[in-house]
């Protein structure tokens, strides 16, 4: 049987990850002509999968639900906006604040991740 919880909660930390490394790419290049702004789509389609998930019986005593190791991150260039005549898009005041609630998000999933194994030794040790 698969735990999808941790599953989720592994897929969200790689997804921390990613998006941690491409706001720092975006703050390295904030003076760069013509750069623009890499950012990480994950929790819309998350959402969608969830909306769109049809949970079928396979037997009487289960429930088929959908693998989530399934939904990907996908790395989008924002090319709406441009800062600067050059056509560089970095705001380094939304890369900060979109670095502080990765940030938050991070630590969360972390005290999701330590509040699930603490379970597992308190299950395995009594």
């Known amino acids: 049987m698969k735990d999808l919880s941790y599953q ?6 790689d997804v921390s990850s990613l998006r ?27 959402a969608e999968a969830r909306e769109g998930l049809q949970l079928t019986k396979t037997n009487p005593a289960h ?30 005041d939304l890369e900060m604040t979109e670095l502080a609630a990765n940030e938050i998000y991070y630590n969360t999933l972390i005290q999701l991740l330590n509040a699930r194994l603490g379970n597992l030794n308190y299950v395995i040790n009594k």
């Open 8 to 13: 989720l909660i592994k897929k969200s930390l």
């Open 20 to 46: 941690q490394s491409l706001i720092a790419s975006n703050i390295a290049n904030l003076n760069t002509p013509g750069y623009k702004v890499n950012k990480v789509e994950f929790e819309k389609y998350l």
């Open 63 to 92: 429930i088929a639900t959908k693998d989530i190791t399934d939904i990907q991150p996908v790395v989008e260039k924002r090319e709406t906006t441009s800062l600067r005549d050059d056509g560089n898009n970095v705001d380094l």
